[in-house]
């Protein structure tokens, strides 16, 4: 797998020095800045500490089953244009080397729910997915709201099984983050979406 991050720290460098740490016992193989930059701390063959506890599908331990590439960001703001093309430069070259599909190219947020938020709504996703580089459900009109529907589709796309609300939250950041409220046909349909890829 792919997991994405955002730094949520000021600097790049900032990043990168608190990366590079031993001490906080949090790494990741790639960091990118927003200028494009980019720096490999750790060898794709290693293991990186940037996921730690949550589920994708089968896979509990993320870490040793993932290359981690953080960008720098707060999550406040878009990711720069610079930072987004070394981002698609970089992603082929990875999935091609570990045979990473699109549908496992993932967010910290898709895997650890509830806990993280990273990389944010600001990311865009649907761009990744435009050039194969992630997954994007197929459009469906709105379904009838259906909360155990709900749970096993995104359950079956790899979501871990988490409350509802959490769960709601977590696939709203990534596909509809301008969603708000209760459970709606909307987020039904992009469930079914993803459940049928």
């Given at each position: 797998m792919i997991v994405l991050h955002y730094t949520a720290m000021q600097t790049a460098e900032a990043a990168l020095e608190r990366l590079c740490d031993a001490k906080v016992e949090v790494s990741a193989h790639y960091l990118i800045a927003e200028d494009g930059r980019i720096w490999q701390m750790v060898d794709?063959?290693?293991?990186?500490?940037?996921?730690g506890t949550g589920q994708w599908g089968d896979v509990t331990d993320v870490n040793s089953r993932s290359i981690g590439i953080e960008l720098a960001n707060c999550g406040d703001h878009p990711?720069?244009?610079?930072?987004m093309q070394a981002l698609e430069d970089l992603m082929p070259r990875i999935m091609v080397r570990w045979a990473v599909s699109p549908s496992s190219v993932i967010a910290h947020?898709?895997?650890?729910?509830?806990?993280?938020?990273?990389?944010?709504?600001?990311?865009?996703?649907h761009r990744l997915a435009r050039q194969g580089l992630a997954h994007w459900p197929q459009p469906?009109?709105?379904?009838?709201?259906?909360?155990?529907?709900?749970?096993?589709?995104?359950?079956?796309?790899?979501?871990?099984d988490v409350e509802d609300s959490i769960l709601l939250d977590a696939m709203r950041l990534r596909f509809r983050p301008w969603g708000r409220g209760p459970l709606a046909p909307e987020d039904m349909?992009?469930?079914?979406?993803?459940?049928?890829?």
């Open positions: 794709e063959t290693m293991r990186a500490w940037h996921a990711f720069p244009e610079p930072q947020s898709d895997m650890a729910p509830g806990r993280k938020i990273d990389p944010g709504p600001r990311f865009d996703w469906m009109s709105p379904q009838p709201v259906e909360p155990e529907a709900f749970r096993q589709n995104l359950q079956k796309f790899g979501y871990p349909a992009i469930s079914a979406g993803l459940a049928a890829s």
